[in-house]
């Protein structure tokens, strides 16, 4: 059984997609851990003021959960305010980023798979 607690993992911090400011994560499970689509799993806080900047995947799903806090997301050209509780999908291609707006730090875990034609081409190459 293969067990990682996110709360007692050693984070680590540095900018996000050009945001601004730093963000702390850890990587929980990458690509090598999975044999499906999965590619990652980390878990994110974002402290007041900071962002994970506007960015874009190639033929990739992401997930945003909102674990506790609040904060402003935009998916292409569209923002919302999001909060804990929320889940937040990023399609293919699709632009999207993540700005803390407020006075508490955003803790939320973000996961990406690959599409599934993708993943077995890979697996062919």
């Given at each position: 059984?293969?067990?990682?607690n996110?709360?007692?993992?050693a984070?680590?911090s540095g900018t996000?997609?050009?945001?601004?400011?730093?963000?702390?994560s850890?990587?929980l499970y990458?690509?090598?851990?999975?044999?499906?689509?999965?590619?990652f799993?980390?878990?994110?806080?974002?402290p007041?003021g900071a962002s994970i900047?506007?960015h874009r995947h190639?033929?990739?799903?992401?997930?945003?959960?909102?674990?506790?806090?609040?904060?402003?997301m935009?998916?292409?050209e569209?923002?919302?305010?999001?909060k804990a509780?929320?889940?937040i999908l990023?399609?293919?291609?699709g632009?999207?980023?993540?700005?803390n707006?407020?006075?508490?730090?955003?803790?939320?875990?973000?996961?990406?798979a690959?599409?599934?034609?993708?993943?077995e081409?890979?697996?062919n190459s």
């Amino acid at each position: 059984m293969d067990v990682r607690n996110f709360l007692e993992a050693a984070l680590e911090s540095g900018t996000s997609h050009r945001g601004e400011g730093e963000v702390s994560s850890v990587e929980l499970y990458s690509q090598a851990d999975h044999e499906s689509p999965l590619r990652f799993l980390y878990y994110v806080e974002i402290p007041p003021g900071a962002s994970i900047g506007q960015h874009r995947h190639k033929a990739d799903e992401e997930m945003y959960v909102i674990l506790e806090g609040c904060g402003l997301m935009t998916v292409e050209e569209e923002t919302k305010e999001v909060k804990a509780g929320d889940t937040i999908l990023n399609k293919p291609y699709g632009s999207h980023g993540l700005k803390n707006n407020t006075d508490d730090i955003l803790k939320l875990l973000i996961y990406e798979a690959a599409l599934c034609a993708q993943r077995e081409s890979e697996a062919n190459s």
